[in-house]
């Protein structure tokens, strides 16, 4: 049932158009080797995740997971990559994988790897922290849907076995079990992931009983693009269309630290090209606007 | 014969490309942003960019943790 669409398009960003926001800021994250760009997409996406995080939704559990992926990508590219001039230790060579020279110039392009993964993460974070799961799916175009879908629940699982493992821990210590080495989680891990199995069911029922599968997923509400949701795609695909098209063009945009270390060359029109995925956070939304959407009642297919 | 083995040295380091009399690193590849005393502008402008970027999401993150609290 498609009803009348609003006047306004509501006080929040449409989901499509957070969706392309997130696709153009990986898309320039990941075009470049330069720290520079991939540092600035980073600040600018933590910009725009704490201007648009809903209240009671915490930002610490993503940091703590984005210092642990890039520390142990610059980590591995430290003790694996043996190139480079400057050698700051040099560890026995019978030693596999790791024996050899520990160099800066390995050290500091992991470092750049570290940053794109966390410039990545940081880009697409709004998916699940802003929007619900319901907007994603609204938010792919028609053939996509089914896989926004899947990614949707697959995102409620996570939490939903997050959730299950801490309720089974805490029965299985009110009955007096504890931990006692690595085989003794057996009695934990078992229920949760028979309850896990459960509730795939349960989900695959509903699913079915509401009609998935049996047409297009309508809506009850039409969503229309505000002038705000048009300036963030448009500055968003801008953006990674600017670093495309200078990479196309022959235009440095990679910086390599081998086999000496040296400055990142700077273009300052890509520089304005990072600061242009900041726009979203240049506008606050309304306090006294729902979480991010008008909630699971606007959808109903 | 030293003679022989200059001349083998000499004729390695020319299929491959390189210099065989030289034994330092080569030369970074990429272009040296700084020339002389002056400031590359590029480095500027993402420095003032990445400044207040920062600045701004320090302030975000205090003004979250306040409303948190």
């Known amino acids: ?301 | 014969v030293p003679a022989d083995e200059a001349s083998l040295v000499a004729i390695a380091g020319a299929t491959t490309g390189g210099s065989p009399a030289s034994s330092t690193a080569p030369a970074a590849p990429g272009p040296s942003p700084s020339h002389g005393s002056g400031v590359d502008p590029g480095l500027l402008i993402a420095a003032v960019v990445g400044g207040g970027l920062g600045g701004l999401a320090l302030l975000r993150l205090a003004a979250a943790r306040r409303r948190a609290t």
């Open chain 1, 1 to 301: 049932v498609t009803g009348k669409p609003p006047p306004e398009a509501g006080p929040g960003i449409a989901p499509r158009a957070w969706l392309i926001w997130s696709l153009a800021a990986v898309t320039v994250a990941l075009s470049t080797d330069n720290p520079v760009y991939r540092g600035l997409v980073a600040l600018a996406a933590v910009n725009v995740l704490l201007t648009w995080l809903p209240r009671g939704r915490r930002v610490r559990p993503l940091a703590l997971a984005l210092l642990f992926a890039a520390g142990l990508a610059a980590l591995i590219n430290l003790i694996a990559g043996h190139s480079g001039a400057d050698v700051m230790v040099r560890l026995p060579g019978d030693w596999p994988l790791i024996g050899g020279p520990l160099t800066v110039e390995s050290l500091a392009y992991g470092g750049v790897l570290g940053l794109g993964l966390a410039a990545a993460l940081l880009a697409v974070a709004p998916l699940s922290l802003v929007l619900e799961p319901h907007d994603v799916v609204d938010a792919m175009p028609g053939p996509l849907e089914r896989t926004g879908i899947a990614v949707a629940t697959s995102m409620n699982l996570v939490s939903g076995f997050g959730r299950t493992f801490t309720e089974v821990s805490d029965a299985q210590r009110m009955r007096g079990w504890r931990p006692r080495g690595l085989r003794s989680w057996n009695e934990v891990l078992v229920p949760v992931v028979l309850t896990a199995i459960e509730d795939s069911v349960r989900l695959a029922e509903a699913m079915e009983a509401r009609g998935f599968g049996a047409g297009r997923r309508t809506s009850y509400a039409a969503a229309s693009w505000s002038r705000r949701d048009l300036l963030v795609v448009g500055a968003a695909v801008g953006a990674a269309g600017l670093f495309i098209g200078l990479r196309l063009a022959g235009v440095p945009v990679d910086w390599y630290p081998y086999p000496t270390l040296y400055l990142p060359p700077i273009n300052p029109v890509l520089v304005l090209g990072c600061l242009a995925l900041a726009v979203p956070s240049l506008s606050m939304p309304d306090p006294a606007r729902p979480p991010a959407s008008a909630g699971p009642d606007g959808a109903n297919g």
